[in-house]
C-alpha cells in the first residue's frame, strides 16, 4: 500500500465549515461518498468567491474541473458538522490544483483527504485562459510545501 503522509490541520490556510445534512445520509448508517465531493466542492467554491477569483468584478473565465480524487478515511454521520480546511497544491499558468481536509470539527484526523484541478477557459470559447498575477499571487500563499509551476 501506498505510504501516505500524515495531514494535520496546520496544512491547510483556508477554512470552511459545513454542515451535514439528515439526507446525506445512506442505509449504511453514514454519509454517502459521494456527498464529501460536495463538501469539496463547497470548500474550493466559498474560497475562490473569498479570493476574487470567481464572480470578481474582472473575471473573465470560468473554471472546469478537469481531474479529483478522494481518499476516505472515517466515517462522517448527521448531525456532525465538517471542517474543510483548502490550499494550493500547484499555480500553473490556467489551472489550479486544490487539496482539500475533510476534519471532523474540532478533530485531529481528517476523514478524507481530496483534491481537483480547475482549467479555467474562456465561457465561449472553452479555451484555456491565462490566471493574472493577480489570482497567482493570491493561490500562491495558499500553498503549503508545494512548488509553483506556472
Known sequence: ???IPVETRDRYGYWVSVATRW???DPYGHVNNAQYYSFVDTAVTRMLIDKGVLRGPDSKSIGLCVESG???LAP???PETIDAGVRLG???N???RYEVGLFKAGGAEPVAVAHFTHVFVDPETRRPV???EEVKAAMRALMSGAQDQG
Do not use: T
Open 1 to 3: 500500500m501506498e505510504n
Open 23 to 25: 439526507m446525506d445520509g
Open 70 to 72: 478522494c481518499r476516505f
Open 76 to 78: 462522517v454521520s448527521f
Open 90 to 92: 500547484r499555480v500553473g
Open 94 to 96: 490556467s489551472s489550479l
Open 130 to 132: 491565462p490566471l493574472s
